[in-house]
């Protein structure tokens, strides 16, 4: 029987420990919740698993694929969010090799000298941290680890050690509190301030940011530009934060948005703490599968 339960009783960073501990092999996959109407013997609601919303791979005990549901993460798209291959180069690739892996699509590229071995791996990497850093916000959701299941042998995996990424998850957290708290709503737009000319003379920003503000218009959400440009919430939350901060760009309410209601901000609701012996039993429980 796989593991499974809910990650408002464990977080996502706890289910990461669990998987480095127990070296496991498989694939977890979290789930939209659905109420079932019932209270577990917490009083809390039970909930169903609904729609796939992210799956993590893990091989021997550490993290190698990562991917969020609806996100294109194929390896011309991860190349092309990193910088690597130009949006015109990534759409002639894109009609030349539809029917290609992308191990063989790597090949291709690297003996093409359009990437290097390095663009590849990195790339790949990069992506792979940003979904999972962006998992560590998430506070409910079913879930289920697969044993022994893995991608299909067609995607290029790269082992990143789970150690270094609950360290790093850690000392995340707080920023990932702050921006939420700053943009709790990603269905704001944005516009230009007055005078955008001026305000651009000499910034020089990333590939990333540029393509935010290629975007920026008061009828696109910041959700859209972040779906058009292949984005995690947490990713598009930390370029607009900056973008905002730069005074490049104004949140405004796109065209038709209801009329928001005062009242206090109320903060991200914190993970509940698991117990020590939860813990252990876990921990057994996954060496057993």
Known sequence: MPLQGNIRDFSTTQLLNLINLAGKTGTLRIFEGIKTGEKDAMQQDKMAAGAERARVAFKAGKLVH????????????????????????????????????????????????????????????????????????WNQGPFRFEDGVLPGSDRILVPIDLENIIIEGARRIREIEQLTAHLPNLDMALKFPDNPREKFKGIHLSVEEWRVVSFVNPKNTIRQIARANNMSDLEIRRIVYGLEQAGLVELVKPPGAAPSVAGPMRQAPRVPQVQKTVVNRLIDKIKSI
Not at 67 to 94: C, F, M
């Open 66 to 137: 990562a991917a969020l549901a609806g996100q294109d993460t194929s390896l011309v798209a991860v190349l092309n969010k990193a910088g690597k291959l130009t949006d015109e180069q990534a759409r002639i690739i894109r009609e030349r090799v539809r029917q290609t892996s992308d191990k063989a699509l790597a090949l291709l590229l690297i003996n093409a000298n359009y990437v290097t071995q390095k663009d590849v791996v990195s790339s790949i990497q990069q992506h792979t941290l940003d979904i999972v850093y962006n998992l560590l916000t």
